[in-house]
């Protein structure tokens, strides 16, 4: 076969591009990295950290020697270099018109689902009409048609899309303070992104799912309480580094290692402690700061929740037990199974402090811990019955 090399040149205005790509993956995406990797990947890998920073907020242009198809790097001259054509990134500013818009939103859902749960309240029922044949179907033993039922009821379908808006809201407003935190590091800043009304509303979400409608002021000054008491004894704990504990104790949540070592938190749902156990493990050097040299030269560091998951522990909160290791293959990675060792001690720790029930992946299917013990003989049949998607 033969060989063609091509060949192309680039444009006078490519600097320009890839600053607007570049910023658009940190505006539209809150995706820093990507940001980062577009001057990055650009310059072959070898463009200096400080540089990429200024690049990104326009301090520094790149202009283009179209005749020696050179990049030069020069420092942003506003008289020369226009707003509408050099883009600049002014994050102060990003990050307050963010949170206002995050603040417009809270409120609205805020109200929103207090009226729901004020709806529901005092209902200690709710009627469903089905159809004969969704009851013939289910008597046969297919509750296909039932479930499309309950699914086409009006007043549940507006609740659950209101459930999924809400928690897809809070994920996204967490995510925006992550990055937050990220550019306040890289750019020596102090930008400040209050996320306590995020927390009341995840809250909310957690007491409205468990039916739990006591929202007066009291309810929220004592979640406020726990939750502030909580983080003082998780600040306490990481500082001294995060060692594995005694899972019999009943912690609030954890991750159990392939070995059997257990390391978790107490402390409200609002704590994220999962993600704080996973930074913990991080800082401790269990889980690798990066996965590779290139990713340390960009400051690219490895999630600790994927790599725990990824290396298969067990995620536990409460009698909920997660695992992920399965699930690699969907990233074209090697499937990892549950040990042993993790199941003799998920099997004694339900058994001790859950009176032997268990609530069993994302769908938290409640089930009895003999019946998961013996779904767990046979890994394959277990993971696709309780932790596939």
């Not at 994920?171 to 890289?186: A, D, G, P, T, W």
């Not at 309810?219 to 580094?241: F, H, P, V």
């Amino acid at each position: 076969m033969e060989t063609k090399t091509l060949h192309f040149t680039v444009g006078e205005e490519m600097g320009i591009r890839l600053a607007e790509i570049a910023q658009e993956h940190f505006i539209y995406n809150n995706d820093i990295n990507k940001a980062f990797n577009t001057f990055y990947n650009s310059f072959g890998g070898e463009c200096p950290k400080e540089l990429i920073l200024r690049l990104l907020t326009g301090e520094s242009i790149i202009i283009v020697n179209t005749e020696q198809q050179e990049f030069i790097v020069v420092d942003r001259a506003d008289y020369i270099h226009l707003d509408k054509m050099y883009p600049k990134l002014d994050f102060v500013n990003y990050f307050d018109k963010k949170e206002k818009e995050m603040r417009k939103t809270l409120l609205e859902l805020r109200d929103t689902l207090d009226m729901v749960i004020s709806k529901f309240k005092y209902r200690s029922k709710y009627k469903v009409e089905f159809s004969i044949n969704a009851i013939v179907n289910y008597i046969y033993g297919d509750d296909d048609v039932m479930i499309e039922e309950i699914n086409d009821d009006y007043e549940l379908d507006s609740m659950r899309t209101l459930i999924e808006i809400t928690k897809k809201f809070i994920e996204k407003s967490f995510h925006l303070s992550k990055l937050v935190k990220e550019v306040n590091c890289l750019y020596d800043l102090n930008i400040d992104f209050d996320t306590h009304d995020l927390l009341l509303l995840s809250e909310k979400i957690r007491k409205f799912k468990s039916v739990d409608f006591d929202m007066g002021t009291s309810g929220a000054d004592e979640m406020l309480s726990n939750y502030i008491e909580a983080t003082k004894e998780i600040d306490n704990t990481i500082s001294k580094g995060i060692e594995p504990v005694d899972i019999m104790e009943n912690w609030s949540a954890g991750w159990l290692s392939p070995e059997g070592d257990y390391y978790a938190l107490n402390g409200e749902i609002a704590n994220m402690l999962h993600i704080q156990i996973g930074d913990a493990l991080q800082e401790k050097g269990i889980i690798p700061m990066y996965a590779n040299d290139k990713d340390k030269e960009i400051d690219n560091k490895i999630n600790p929740d994927s790599w725990l998951e990824q290396q298969g522990w067990v995620k536990i909160h409460g009698n909920n037990i997660n695992f992920g290791g399965n699930l690699n293959e969907k990233i074209n990675k090697h499937n990892v199974q549950m040990t042993d060792k993790q199941l003799e001690i998920i099997s004694d720790y339900i058994t001790d402090c859950y009176q032997c029930e268990i609530r069993v992946g994302w769908r938290q299917e409640r089930q009895s811990i003999g019946r998961f013990m013996f779904d767990s003989i046979n890994r394959e049949v277990m993971n696709k019955k309780y932790f596939d998607f």
